[in-house]
């Protein structure tokens, strides 16, 4: 038996590779969404363009605005000297803030009293604008620790510490580019395995093979190795890419990720052959695995948590793999999961996998003719 | 001799009539068309938000006092925040581990004691940075939670506390920092670009699959009529999905549209038949249907997806992407969409990107025309 | 070419007809060398005559999500018919086709026949001076083949249309007027079809010999020396000889006196072949060898089909069909387009389930029975059906590993399939990339390397030229004597004449069963031996 599930698998590889278009598929769009999502697809903000209006001529002033310029998150990109100003700078997009400083700013300092620091931000786009004002406010907050300190004024009562775990920097990269191996992967194994079926069903070559003796056992089995080898390598040079080129440290055990890897690809490749089985034409295929991605990508918390969805919605994520899947790959590079650790995410894996495969299985029975 | 009149009504008419029969008979252009921006509308507009609400947190007093039920109180009444007591160390660091809570704040045994006597208690603030952005977001939320804290406890003395440099923020568009505000107009560029780019692509693929094109070809039809007979139908699909989503927008979402509605129709306009362009140059080259849909994905969605602005700024990325965008039109599109939506008729925007619309549309349909003949 | 005349483009698949074809309709440019249609330049005014001429791709170009109103109507709109000519040129085309009580029905929703007619009357909407027909009678049924000639020679006549047609079947080349014959993308030449007759004038020849089976008569003729061409016609095989003169028997078969040998009238397709041929076409290969079975054609049934039905919801596509199968025969299954041969074919399979009745082969249902029941039978699909991005080579290794076959046996037989099927040097090829004659030699080697007792062909020749076909027969006929049971099915009559028996559907019953040599009356051939064979009248 296995000696016929080897060749079949044989086949499935040269058929695949061989193949212009599908070796295209394999390997042009992962390279492709690898390096754009890697680098295009961060929530960080670098050299933000701002405009200040400075009414004030004091010194003090000048020491806050320079920490704006030593900043690298900011950019200054024009001067304003008219309140009227502001709205076109703003509105057509030149500047995403301005900083407004009142006439006595250095003054009200001076006499200990309030200093008002006005921040017009573009609302636009709302998350880079909530990050935008949490960078100044850092800013504003150091700014004001050091004044108290020279001028003695009474420091406040307790000292907040920060520290975040697992990320000190904060780099979004480090979230993103984890997220992409379980993307990619399950990109390619889906498409990889529900084209499968429907090549051969559109080449009439699925006939031929089910004429031999092959059992349905054999033949589904000889789609499914194929799909984990693949799935397994493209995992595997996304990992490494991760570590070696953009340098995201990987704290956990290999082993933890590719158990957790291994229950992923079961079920994609579940899903994948389910849609294959009911897919006649590839062309229906890769629209089946299209509809299941998108979904499958929004709902994972591959790029916004789930936390934050309605409560409907996040119920509806306990049937997402990726989303198990990507809570494995995180935990284990950045928070250096172990197997202990990952079991929640390892046991619904594993069902959602047998589950798929199972049906999957039937499908394959019941839809042979 | 003359080839005649490059475009004669009947034939433009009788093709116009055969793609609106296929369209309104094949359900997968009417679904491409209408449901798949009903799903992709509704799996955004609810299942995207980047505003944390309700993050657990866990508080750790080690001894509890009132000082530091005065301070907790402020978590609980904060729609921020849904915090969790622990008297120890370990059980919320492991909590965090475990993903069960998002932030540690930990008030350690001698908070109370030195609070009391006038020194400076340390209050240690861990966040999960795992998820940057929400990291950030949590750090922000805890920043203002202490900056509020400290002002009770200062006027609770009868010693108002001031900061030196106070922070008045003012966001524009959008006060509420509501993200489903520019996700949803942004997300109508993604869905104009599957419907212009990836359908067309698709149809004109099929044609050749079925070898109907080939039949086409070597009828009387000019080039621009075939041209034409596929750009027409198309572009009033497009802009029946367009309509479509902006009622979505507006009265599912409640998304603001400040801007004019004709506005929005002109640009969208200009971004269709760009997009309509690209897809047919794409089908120029893939002659089936798997290669155009792979290699329209590939150039139209995925850009439009992630270097539009749609959802991450342009601004912050690297220097070569940051060129790269501006062959995209969707970001041009992007920018437009979210200014009309949000911040109204502002030209400054609205031209500038407008120009550069019609320019890549006149760029591609010149290359569709250029590149399109009648010979195989 | 003469205006008003029907012109055949004749040759072997892939030798540029349909090249040629988008050459004249401007579709391709050439090369080198000029082409003028209706006195128009082609590269440079490719639209002019796009306008006088009407063509007609392999696939008819239809939209099958269209009605075939809205088809016509899209194609007159497309040709400029101004519409008060319309209707009645409608009624014209719908009289001709027959397809007046189908307009409202989708185009994908018609028969391969009914889809050839309404391509034909979407490129006649405006009357053109020249028709281009890219091989319009392939994978459809004798009797629409037959319905379309009449059509195109009604045109002809009525209205002095030019017709250009391309087709790989001989039969039809004879009806045309002028023939030419391309090979290799070369002119061989071109003339009347009599005219190419003439040139094997007094060099054919049917050989009966009623003590010899007929396929082992033609087994023993194809290979005598001075035999260009020796197929299977009625109850003996038909001759072409190098040169002409009466042919003595002694010298074909020595030792054979029971053999009769008479002239008959020469047909263009003995000269097709004795024009190829003696340019350098392949030669008859040795017939495959396989596993002897001593039990020659003897009374054990091993494909048994009783009561069989097959319901696709409520439309029976098989109707209650018994017939039987003996070990060493080659039992045809014929019939036209839907006539419910291939849901048979694909039941006697074990690729679909029958709704009713039983079916056994080698005393199994293969549906149910253990996978080594399929073990025992070899299958070629219609359509090359093979891993087309895997070289030859890798086919029959996957195929060979499939049935079983391992280690020295294994290598043993791939080694065996490439030397018996001259496949040795393309090897390495990439089998999509094959031709025709080549990929159906595959696909037979790929189906043989487990030495099968049952071997189940569909169409195996259909599309594919006269040369190829020969050496298919010349193969399956090697196997049958030595007792390879072969089920065929075909709507070709030629190659219902290699069979040994034969049972004929319709509409999902067996109208006819018997043997081709002595016919019943039903499906006594028209007139001349030439003539696409004549369906039993379908109600």
């Known amino acids: 038996m296995w000696r016929r599930i080897i060749a079949l698998t044989k086949k499935e590889f040269l058929a695949l590779l061989k193949d212009k278009r599908s070796r295209f598929v394999v390997i042009v769009p992962p390279l492709v969404q690898l390096l754009i999502f890697s680098y295009a697809a961060t929530f960080d903000l670098n050299r933000i363009p701002y405009a200040v209006y400075n009414e004030d001529a004091g010194f003090a002033s000048r020491q806050l605005l320079a920490r704006f310029v030593g900043s690298a998150n900011f950019e200054l990109a024009g001067g304003v000297d008219r309140e009227g100003q502001i709205p076109s700078l703003i509105d057509s997009k030149k500047v995403m803030m301005v900083l407004h400083l009142g006439p006595h700013f250095t003054r009200d300092l001076l006499l200990g009293r309030s200093a008002p620091l006005q921040l017009i931000v573009d609302g636009r786009n709302s998350n880079t604008a909530a990050v935008l004002v949490g960078y100044v406010r850092s800013i504003v907050t150091d700014f004001n620790e050091s004044w108290a300190e020279t001028h003695g004024l009474p420091i406040s009562p307790a000292r907040l510490e920060m520290r975040s775990w697992f990320n000190p920097n904060l780099e979004s990269r480090w979230f993103i580019v984890p997220g992409i191996v379980g993307l990619l992967t399950l990109v390619v194994t889906l498409i990889v395995t529900s084209l499968s079926v429907a090549r051969e069903r559109e080449g009439g070559t699925f006939d031929q093979l089910l004429v031999t003796p092959l059992r349905p056992l054999e033949i589904l089995l000889g789609k499914v190795l194929p799909g984990f080898i693949i799935g397994t390598g493209e995992g595997s040079f996304i990992i490494l890419m991760a570590v070696l080129w953009f340098h995201v440290p990987l704290r956990g055990s290999l082993p933890a990720l590719y158990a957790g890897l291994f229950l992923f690809l079961l079920s994609a490749i579940g899903v994948g052959l389910m849609i294959s089985s009911i897919a006649v034409t590839q062309q229906q295929g890769l629209l089946g695995a299209f509809l299941f991605l998108v979904p499958a990508v929004v709902l994972s918390g591959f790029a916004t948590p789930i936390a934050n969805m309605p409560a409907f919605i996040q119920h509806l994520t306990l049937l997402d793999p990726l989303r198990y899947f990507l809570l494995v790959i995180r935990g284990v590079f950045l928070q250096g999961d172990s197997f202990g650790l990952l079991w929640p995410q390892y046991w619904p894996m594993a069902l959602i996998g047998l589950v798929n495969l199972a049906a999957a299985g039937w499908l394959f029975r019941h839809r042979l003719y | ?376 | 070419m003469q205006p008003g005349t029907v012109t055949g483009l004749v040759g072997p698949d892939g030798e540029g007809k349909t090249t040629l074809m988008r050459l004249v309709c401007g579709l391709l440019v050439p090369d080198r060398g000029q082409l003028r249609v209706l006195g128009f330049d082609v590269c440079k005014e490719s639209l002019k005559v796009q306008e006088t001429l009407r063509y007609m791709p392999q696939r008819f170009g239809l939209y099958e999500d269209l009605t075939v109103q809205a088809n016509l109507d899209l194609y007159a709109d497309l040709q400029g018919v101004e519409s008060a000519e319309r209707p009645g040129r409608y009624a014209e085309l719908m009289h001709m086709t027959g397809l007046g009580p189908f307009t409202g029905r989708l185009a994908g929703a018609l028969s391969g026949g009914m889809k050839q007619k309404l391509g034909l009357a979407c490129t006649l909407v405006a009357p053109p001076r020249l028709l281009l027909l890219d091989e319009p009678t392939v994978g459809v049924d004798p009797v629409s083949r037959r319905e379309l000639w009449e059509i195109v020679y009604r045109l002809v006549q009525k209205q002095g249309l030019t017709v250009l047609l391309s087709t790989a079947y001989l039969d039809e080349a004879e009806r045309c007027q002028e023939v030419i014959v391309m090979h290799q993308g070369r002119v061989h030449g071109q003339g009347a079809p009599s005219a190419f007759s003439k040139q094997v004038e007094g060099r054919t020849f049917q050989a009966t010999a009623p003590a010899l089976n007929k396929r082992a008569l033609q087994a023993r003729l194809a290979g005598a020396p001075g035999v260009i061409d020796a197929i299977i016609h009625r109850d003996g095989v038909r001759l072409v000889l190098e040169q002409p003169g009466t042919p003595d028997s002694e010298t074909f078969l020595p030792g054979e006196t029971r053999i009769e040998v008479r002239p008959v009238k020469p047909r263009f397709e003995d000269s097709f072949i004795a024009l190829l041929r003696g340019r350098g076409g392949s030669f008859l290969p040795p017939a495959a060898e396989a596993k002897h079975i001593p039990a020659a054609a003897g009374e054990e049934e091993v494909i048994l089909v009783e009561h069989v039905k097959r319901r696709f919801g409520d439309f029976y596509a098989v109707n209650g069909i018994s017939f039987a199968v003996r070990r060493g025969e080659v039992f045809g299954l014929l019939g036209a387009n839907g006539a419910g041969k291939s849901t048979t074919f694909r039941m006697l399979c074990g690729l679909l389930p029958a709704s009713e009745g039983k079916l056994l082969v080698a005393g199994r249902d293969l549906r149910t029975s253990a996978a080594a029941a399929r073990g025992r039978i070899g299958y070629m699909a219609q359509r090359f059906s093979l891993y087309a991005d895997l070289s030859v080579r890798e086919n029959l290794r996957f195929f060979s590993s499939a049935y079983g076959l391992r280690g020295g046996v294994q290598r043993e037989r791939i080694t065996w399939a490439l030397r018996e099927f001259e496949l040795g040097p393309r090897a390495e090829s990439t089998s999509g990339d094959l031709q025709l004659g080549f990929k159906q030699r595959l696909a037979l080697a790929a189906a043989l390397m487990h030495r099968p007792e049952i071997l189940f062909l569909d169409e195996p020749t259909s599309g594919v030229d006269p040369l190829a076909r020969r050496e298919f027969w010349h193969r399956i006929n090697g196997l049958a004597e030595k007792g390879v049971t072969v089920l065929v099915t075909t709507h070709f009559m030629e190659e219902a004449e290699y069979c040994d028996r034969l049972v004929i559907m319709a509409r999902g019953k067996i109208l006819q069963k018997g043997r081709p040599r002595r016919p019943g009356p039903a499906f006594a051939p028209p007139s001349g031996p030439n003539r696409p064979w004549r369906m039993p009248s379908l109600p």
Do not use: C
Not at chain 2, 1 to 18: A, N, W
Not at chain 2, 166 to 194: C, H, K, Y
Not at chain 2, 341 to 356: C, D, E, K
């Open chain 2, 1 to 376: 001799m003359k080839d005649g009149p490059p475009i004669q009504l009947m034939r433009l008419k009788g093709l116009m009539r055969k793609e609106a029969v296929q369209i309104l008979r094949d359900p997968s252009s009417l679904g491409i068309a209408f449901i798949l921006p009903l799903v992709l509308l509704l799996i955004f507009g609810y299942g995207v938000s980047l505003d944390a609400e309700h993050v657990p947190l866990a508080v750790v007093a080690e001894q509890p006092t009132p000082q530091t039920a005065a301070f907790a109180a402020g978590f609980a009444r904060s729609r921020y925040f849904a915090p969790r007591a622990y008297s120890e160390i370990e059980p919320a660091e492991k909590a965090l581990r475990h993903g069960e809570v998002e932030g540690i704040v930990w008030l350690r045994g001698d908070f109370s004691r030195k609070l009391l006597a006038g020194e400076v208690p340390d209050i240690g603030v861990f966040v999960n940075g795992v998820d940057a952005n929400t990291g950030r977001i949590i750090e922000g939320y805890l920043q203002g939670m202490w900056n509020n804290w400290q002002g009770q406890l200062a006027a609770s003395r009868g010693r108002p506390y001031h900061f030196p440099v106070e922070l008045e923020q003012r966001v524009w568009f959008n006060p509420g920092l509501r993200s489903r505000d520019f996700l949803v107009p942004g997300l109508i560029a993604v869905i104009m670009t599957l419907l212009g780019a990836l359908l067309t692509a698709l149809v004109v693929a099929r044609e050749w699959e079925r070898g109907t094109m080939e039949a086409l070809l070597v009828t009387p039809v000019r080039v621009p009529e075939i041209l034409l007979g596929k750009l027409v139908p198309y572009f009033l699909l497009g802009m029946g999905g367009l309509l479509f989503s902006v009622a979505m927008a507006v009265w599912l979402f409640a998304v603001p549209l400040r801007g004019s509605l004709w506005l929005l129709l002109a640009a969208s306009a200009l971004f269709l038949l760009t997009a309509l362009g690209m897809g047919l140059l794409i089908s120029t080259v893939a002659r089936n249907q798997f290669v155009a849909g792979q290699v329209a994905i590939i150039v139209t969605f995925l850009p439009a997806f992630i270097l539009s602005g749609f959802i991450f700024d342009i601004n912050s990325m690297p220097v070569p992407i940051q060129l790269l965008t501006h062959i995209i039109p969707a970001r041009y599109y992007v920018a437009i969409l979210q200014t009309v939506f949000l911040a109204g008729n502002i030209w400054p925007v609205v031209l500038p990107n407008g120009l550069a619309l019609l320019v890549m549309g006149a760029f591609f349909l010149t290359m569709v025309r250029r590149r399109t003949s009648k010979r195989l």
